[in-house]
């Protein structure tokens, strides 16, 4: 079945630490996105991307980087000057129409939190 | 700007009761609309999409109806059941630019 997978499900960061959180989709998507969710907030974009080697920053990129090497990755690197990196991460991936009418699937999440 | 507000929650309904989500968005043009739903400790999945002006979405009993006239997707269903406790996102893709911008989230619990 094809499906969008993140990993690992709970990730802890050490202070002054960078880490890296995975997603992979087999769906065949262009592109790719990663969110932040916190209580009460909704969904934040971070970053996405619409194809392969390219990528744009979304409305919270600060302390976030990215790269987009191949089609179906697209991990996320949390790095040590996000001051505030405990939430849960989420990463989606959807077809590319002009229109952006084409629905995004999500993947599972990835719950940080700060030792 | 383009913005997506949500009524917010919680919303608590006894079994079988009538839901109403409000949701309305700013935009100019003719964006598609969606509704997700999340439950605990999982991503969201769509729930039901609308394409153009008038169209109504609808899946396992949920129908929203795109209104231009009033900017609004608000999402309906005729009898919930406690299986239905969830938070639900309105949102709107951004023509031109593969972004969807989504509300805040409106948490449905159901009480048998």
């Known amino acids: 079945d094809g499906g969008i997978t993140q990993s690992p499900k709970y990730l802890f960061r050490k202070e002054g630490q960078n880490v890296t959180l995975s997603c992979e989709q087999n769906?065949?998507?262009?592109?790719m996105y990663w969110y932040r969710q916190d209580p009460g907030q909704g969904l934040r974009l971070i970053y996405y991307s619409q194809i392969v080697n390219d990528f744009q920053k979304g409305d919270i990129a600060e302390g976030y980087s990215v790269s987009r090497e191949k089609k179906e990755s697209f991990p996320l690197t949390v790095t040590s000057a996000q001051k505030n990196p405990t939430a849960f991460y989420l990463c989606?991936?959807?077809?590319?129409?002009?229109?952006?009418?084409?629905?995004?699937?999500f993947g599972d999440g990835t719950r940080l939190s700060i030792l | 700007g383009n913005s997506v507000t949500q009524m917010e929650g919680p919303v608590t309904l006894s079994e079988e009761a009538f839901l109403t989500i409000n949701c309305t968005y700013t935009a100019t043009g003719y964006p598609s609309l969606f509704w997700y739903v999340q439950y605990p400790g999982e991503g969201l999945q769509l729930l039901l999409k609308a394409t153009k002006a008038d169209d109504k979405g609808s899946n396992k009993g949920f129908e929203a109806t795109y209104r231009k006239e009033t900017t609004s997707f608000h999402l309906e269903k005729g009898s919930v059941q406690v299986s239905d406790s969830a938070v639900y996102f309105c949102a709107r893709a951004h023509e031109g630019y593969q972004k969807v911008t989504f509300g805040t989230g409106t948490k449905l619990q159901v009480i048998p």
């Open positions: 769906l065949n998507h262009d592109a």
């Open positions: 989606a991936s959807s077809f590319r129409t002009w229109e952006g009418n084409q629905p995004q699937h």
